[in-house]
């Protein structure tokens, strides 16, 4: 249906920046919602922050005035722009996005994730 594809992870010192893509292909018409989540070793999956088809966004707390999430739609691109990174936000990034199929059948799509290190 539709595949995810990050990029942009990477090493940063704490303190630092990085910003991720995530590119979607396929039937990208049905995407509504796109996410960001996170896992870092040990522990479970969290979502980080989504973006809906208007734009409306919403944040875990742990990133609130540190990220920022954004989307092109014409570009089928969700962007996760990360400041003030520390090493606490070292984990793998996955990108998300919820597929309506039809108005009662939703499925969803995971991007493989990209590993972003924060270095103290």
Not at 26 to 39: E, P, S, V
Request: aromatic share 8%; charged share 15%.
């Amino acid at each position: 249906q539709v595949q995810l594809v990050e990029s942009g992870g990477g090493l940063v010192q704490s303190g630092g920046s990085l910003g991720l893509s995530c590119a979607a292909s396929g039937r990208t018409y049905l995407i509504t919602d796109m996410a960001w989540y996170r896992q870092a070793p040990g522990r479970e999956r969290e979502m980080v922050a989504t973006v809906g088809n208007g734009g409306g966004t919403n944040y875990a707390g742990s990133a609130k005035g540190r990220f920022t999430i954004s989307r092109d739609n014409a570009k089928n691109t969700v962007y996760l722009q990360m400041n003030s990174l520390i090493p606490e936000d070292t984990a793998t990034y996955y990108c998300h996005a919820s597929i309506q199929v039809s108005m009662k059948t939703n499925l969803e799509a995971w991007g493989q994730g990209t590993l972003v290190l924060v270095s103290s």
